[in-house]
């Protein structure tokens, strides 16, 4: 049975992923900050914080090194599949640690929070105390608050100046809204003109693309509207602007709705993804049959990753 991915304004599926992510981040399975190459005495690594050193690793990969900014894993076609890929492994891990095995990643639908005023959109309900908590440097409420509770929320793990990880403990940083180039999180028009675009990219396959993924990754057109995936993140702020954004647990229900929109465009799109594999080497990772490495689970690829219906499903594609 595929799990379903649910909105996690449902109390109950907020409660189960917040549960969750606390279980991931204080189980130790034996690798550590040896093992990831980042400085300092060797300590730990929280099966949750893999998830953080994974996607930051990925984000600094660049195969080969001529890519105008591409990374394995961001700015290019590869974006939607390869966080498909690190969601599916983190929603297999929540459900292992929950033990509900039909328990799916929730989504935050942040178009919907876009179509409050500026002014109410960081005091939404997902920024209450009962859900993901509010804003600050660091975070001081709700579930991810710092204080001296044995289970409070650490960034153990960050991006140091020269793009390298490196270790550190403290609480988490938002700055909600707080950006003044990015006042609004993407609206409900912005999102369903989004999935209504094709192709699903074009070249140069880069940030300046046009089509589907670039609009949903959110570099074009960045500085007016929408920014879509990017916006959210700069709107969140703090934690969120790293490469190392998955510190911050709203990382994965941000993500998820990004990927819902995805399956929503797959679904008119009979499952189309480009660069086929024919295209030049200088694509390499970006090709429908090009393998992506993790550092918690076995490689996939591209094609793998164009339907995941057997793992989830979504309860609504209505963008
Ligand atoms: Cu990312």
Redesign the pocket.
């Known amino acids: 049975m595929a799990a379903i991915r649910q909105n996690v304004f449902d109390p109950l599926i907020n409660e189960q992923y917040i549960q969750s992510v606390k279980l991931l981040k204080a189980e130790f399975l034996g690798p550590t900050t040896l093992d990831l190459n980042i400085d300092g005495p060797s300590q730990p690594v929280s099966t949750y914080d893999l998830f953080v050193a994974w996607?930051h690793v990925a984000?600094n990969t660049f195969t080969p090194p001529d890519q105008t900014g591409r990374s394995v894993?961001?700015r290019g076609p590869a974006?939607l599949p390869w966080?498909r890929f690190m969601l599916s492994i983190f929603e297999l891990q929540l459900q292992r640690v929950l033990n509900a095995p039909e328990f799916g990643l929730p989504y935050w639908d942040w178009a919907s929070d876009g179509q409050l005023s500026v002014g109410q959109q960081p005091n939404s309900a997902i920024w209450q105390p009962d859900r993901m908590g509010g804003t600050g440097a660091p975070v001081s409420t709700g579930p991810f608050a710092f204080d001296d509770a044995p289970d409070s929320w650490r960034v153990r793990i960050e991006s140091g100046a020269q793009g390298q990880m490196r270790q550190t403990d403290r609480g988490l940083r938002r700055a909600l809204g707080a950006n003044p180039a990015v006042r609004s999180l993407p609206t409900k028009p912005q999102a369903v003109s989004a999935v209504a675009l094709t192709p699903y990219d074009a070249a140069p396959w880069n940030a300046t693309s046009s089509g589907f993924r670039n609009r949903l990754e959110g570099w074009r057109p960045l500085a007016t509207a929408p920014g879509m995936n990017n916006r959210v993140h700069l709107w969140i702020g703090g934690d969120m602007l790293a490469?190392t954004?998955p510190n911050d647990p709203i990382f994965f229900l941000s993500?998820c709705n990004t990927d819902r929109l995805w399956e929503a465009w797959l679904q008119r799109n009979n499952r189309a993804y480009l660069p086929a594999q024919s295209a030049p080497d200088t694509l390499q990772g970006h090709r429908i049959d090009d393998i992506m490495t993790s550092l918690v689970t076995q490689p996939t690829s591209i094609r793998q990753m164009l339907d995941l219906t057997a793992q989830y499903v979504y309860d609504t594609l209505q963008p």
């Open positions: 996607h984000a894993s961001h974006f966080h490469f954004s993500q």
